[in-house]
C-alpha cells in the first residue's frame, strides 16, 4: 500500500502531446478498462461507456473534427483541429450514458462517469503509462459528438488520451490545505 500512497502522493499528467508510442496492447487496455469500470456507481446502473480511438481512426476522427470546425466559421486552426487526437497514440472517449432514474438521481451518475475517468488514468499509470483527461470544446459539440458514436443523451465525460511519457513532468503548485478545507461546525 506504501506504492499506491507514494504515487497517489506524487501522480502528475502528462501532457498528450509529450504521449509516444508503444500505446496498452489490447489485453492490457481490455484490463485498464476493467479497472476503470470499478467505481462507486449506486444502483449498478453503469451509466458510462467508452469509445476507443486507435490507429488510424484518429486521424478519421481528426478530420471529422476539422470538417466540423471549418463549417462552423470559428477561426480554429484546422491543422491542429486534424491533429486532436493524434497527439497520443490511443484516446479513450469516457462517455456518460446518465439518465433521469426513478431512484439514482442523474448527477450521481454523472459522477460515476468522472470516476471512471479518473481510474482509467490511474490504470494507465499502473500500467506503466501514462494518461491526460481532457474535454476541450469537442466533448460540447453535438455534430462532433454524433460523428463519433455519441447519442443524444450522452455527454463525453473526457477523452483519455493514454500512450508512453517521453520524460517525466514537473510537478505544480498544488491547493494549500487551509484554503480548500473547512470544517462543519453546528450553530
Given at each position: 500500500?506504501?506504492e ?19 500505446s496498452?496492447?489490447?489485453a492490457?487496455l481490455?484490463r ?10 449506486h ?6 461507456r467508452?469509445i476507443?480511438?486507435?490507429?488510424a ?5 481528426g478530420e471529422i ?12 486552426d484546422l ?14 472517449a469516457?462517455?456518460?450514458?446518465a439518465?433521469p ?8 451518475q ?9 481510474n ?8 506503466g ?23 443524444d ?13 517521453q ?15 473547512t470544517r462543519?461546525?453546528?450553530g
Amino acid at each position: 500500500m506504501r506504492e499506491l500512497r507514494d504515487y497517489l502522493a506524487t501522480r502528475r499528467t502528462t501532457a498528450a502531446s509529450f504521449l509516444d508510442s508503444p500505446s496498452p496492447e489490447q489485453a492490457t487496455l481490455d484490463r485498464m478498462l476493467s479497472i476503470a469500470t470499478r467505481v462507486p456507481d449506486h444502483g449498478k446502473l453503469a451509466p458510462w461507456r467508452f469509445i476507443v480511438i486507435e490507429g488510424a481512426a484518429r486521424e478519421a476522427a481528426g478530420e471529422i473534427v476539422a470538417r466540423i470546425a471549418a463549417a462552423s466559421g470559428t477561426q480554429r486552426d484546422l491543422a491542429e483541429e486534424r491533429g486532436r487526437f493524434t497527439r497520443a497514440p490511443l484516446v479513450v472517449a469516457v462517455v456518460s450514458t446518465a439518465a433521469p432514474h426513478v431512484k439514482i438521481p442523474e448527477w450521481e451518475q454523472v459522477l460515476s462517469a468522472g470516476a471512471v475517468c479518473l481510474n482509467l488514468v490511474h490504470a494507465a499509470h499502473a500500467f506503466g503509462y501514462s494518461a491526460q483527461w481532457l474535454s476541450e470544446w469537442i466533448a460540447y459539440d453535438r455534430e462532433v459528438l454524433r460523428a463519433l458514436g455519441v447519442a443524444d443523451g450522452e455527454n463525453v465525460a473526457g477523452f483519455i488520451h493514454i500512450g508512453t511519457p517521453q520524460f517525466v513532468p514537473a510537478d505544480r503548485d498544488r491547493p494549500a490545505l487551509e484554503a480548500v478545507v473547512t470544517r462543519f461546525e453546528p450553530g
